[in-house]
């Protein structure tokens, strides 16, 4: 049992330092492009898009080889050397095409981390206990964003910009020593899938199959017009605030992105919890702040009043994270496919958060800031009445076959 609760703990710290990580420092690029690149707001949309766009391809396909391998913890080992690559990329190369490379790297990456760390969760601690413990994940990984914003906050104000994406491979080696701290041995593979049955474990999960089901179906929709709604709010109140002021631009958006993140770390715990009692109405509400956040932003530049409104990101942010894991969880118990579904879920996801990004960049560039952040409002208004009435409770749903529903 005690090399089981190291591993547990390895767990905690993977959570922790996968932060910025993943995202290849996320944001702070589109700020970056914008106040030290002089770069123009469509071009900086296509490569922030860019990782979104290759995952499309390579969710999926990823998703299918976290099922089949039992060298999950190898996978995010190497995933955490090339994001590292990418980020010195980024410092000494200008141009905008070997940018572009180096983010599409990234989003072939990233495609591995989410789940891979959510199947190795569910092979550590099973269905029972996966509520709580994706709650504890996303607490972690919380508070491994906001530590990150204030270090990246202090060395972009304070040193460079450059910094920042050095801060960012640093911690692409502590992750490295986090994932080999949790035990081989501690990971069940074929819990990790979701399957039931040995012949399960074995099989061969499809996407037909997945696409059969109808629920499943919905849920991914609704999964993808969330991020086609929230995908490209935060860079574009980045680039608001870096051309209201310069100079304080990584704080105020440092700052922006610690309250969020400190928010959901409280949430996170309370949504893994809540989700005991049902899964929809808790994830509800992460919809319902999408179209009020949006339109805050459309009309509101002070900005320590923008910074304050990241309230309700993170609010929305700490239950999406927590529930709709545990979502995908409930819909492909006994299948042997969970790493597959929440490919084709993150697939989805990068697609719209593509679109996102691409589309709210062209209407910021002809129409202003107001307009892109308004057009967001509406597509997450839309959301929310989808998922409200198509979407159902994933609680106790019989998903024996994939095919069946």
Known sequence: MEGKERSLKGLDWVSLLMADVKDGVGVYLSVYLLTVRHWPADKIGLVIA????????????????????????????????????????????????????????????????????????????????????????????????????????????YISYEGIFYFSIAQCGLLVGAVLAIRERDIDHDLARGAATAEQAGGTAGIRELLANRSI???????????????????????????????????????????????????????????????????????????????????????????AIQLLDGIGAGLFGVVSIIMMADLSKGTGRFNLLQGTVYSAIGLAGSLSSIGAGYVVEHFGYAAGFMGLAGIGALATVFYWLLVPETKDMEVAAVAGA
């Open 217 to 307: 179906v919905v849920f991914i929709l609704a999964m993808a017009l969330f991020h086609l709604a929230n995908a490209a709010m935060l860079p574009l109140l980045g680039q608001k605030m870096g051309l209201a002021d310069a100079k304080n631009s990584s704080l105020y958006l440092s700052a922006a992105i610690i309250i969020a993140q400190g928010v959901m770390i409280f949430i996170a715990r309370y949504a893994g919890g809540a989700s005991e009692n049902g899964r929809k109405k808790v994830l509800l509400l992460a919809f319902v702040l999408l179209p009020v956040r949006a339109l805050l932003f459309a009309f509101i530049d002070n900005p320590y009043a923008l910074t």
């Open 50 to 157: 860019a990782p979104g766009l290759i995952g499309i391809l390579v969710q999926p396909p990823a998703g299918a080889l976290i099922d089949r391998t039992r060298h999950k913890r190898m996978l995010l080992v190497w995933a955490s050397v090339i994001i590292a690559a990418c980020c010195l990329a980024v410092i000494f190369f200008s141009g905008f095409y070997p940018v572009l490379f180096s983010q599409l790297l990234v989003g072939v990456t990233q495609s591995v981390y989410a789940p891979c760390v959510a199947a190795i969760t569910l092979g550590m601690v099973g269905h029972a206990a996966l509520s709580q413990r994706i709650g504890r994940n996303e607490s972690c990984n919380h508070l491994g964003n906001m530590l990150a914003a204030i270090m990246a906050g202090i060395i972009g104000r």
